[in-house]
């Protein structure tokens, strides 16, 4: 016959003089197991490709860090793929749905970039040419926009270039019926961005991505940007 704990005994952690008599000392104290050790998250594998692709620039006027790679998701990463847009080589299309940029090339293929753009109400679709081109451009905000955000008054006659500049390392200039767009394919450090509806209707890339958008883009260069799905 087993015999019943006294009621004042302590459920676990702690044996009396009558437990150890009666051989509780043999029990298993499942109760009583010590807490688990925090385990350390493993950190995200970075293929070595891509680490070299987005590691820091040192040859730019204003040094680029490397791209925490991590904040945003794979297929956001530059890559070479099939021409998915139907559009002949040396075209510019943005798919707002997916939030891709193509850059076309020959032989049916297409560079495909992850981007950033307008958050609701600010986006902007249509074809466009790119006559203009800057490194490190001066970004002056349209009034309009100092008018939501008041701070911006100090940068009416231009921000000078560097990496807080929100136009970053490289800038397109989108033209259409001559006429300035006032939107612009640009750069960016804010890696967190891409492929989200953030910006204030300009496509943002990465610095690392535009620096390598603007060396192939001739001026002239067609751009289509296709307005976003909806399901």
Known sequence: MTAEPAADEPACGTLTRRAVVLGAAALPLAACQLPEQPVAPMRPVIDARYAAMYGPIFTEPYPIPAVDITKFEPQFLRREVRNPTGQAPGTIVVDTT????????????????????????????????????????TWTPPPEMIVREPDLEQWREGMPPGLANPLGARALYLFQGGADTLYRLHGTQEAFSIGRNVSSGCVRLLNHDIIDLYNRTPLGAKVIVRPAAIY
């Open 98 to 137: 997916a939030k891709f940029l193509y850059f076309t090339l020959p032989n049916g293929l297409a560079m495909r970039y992850g981007v950033g753009l307008g958050r609701a109400g600010f986006g902007w679709d249509g074809t466009a040419t790119i006559p203009l081109k800057r490194k490190w451009p």
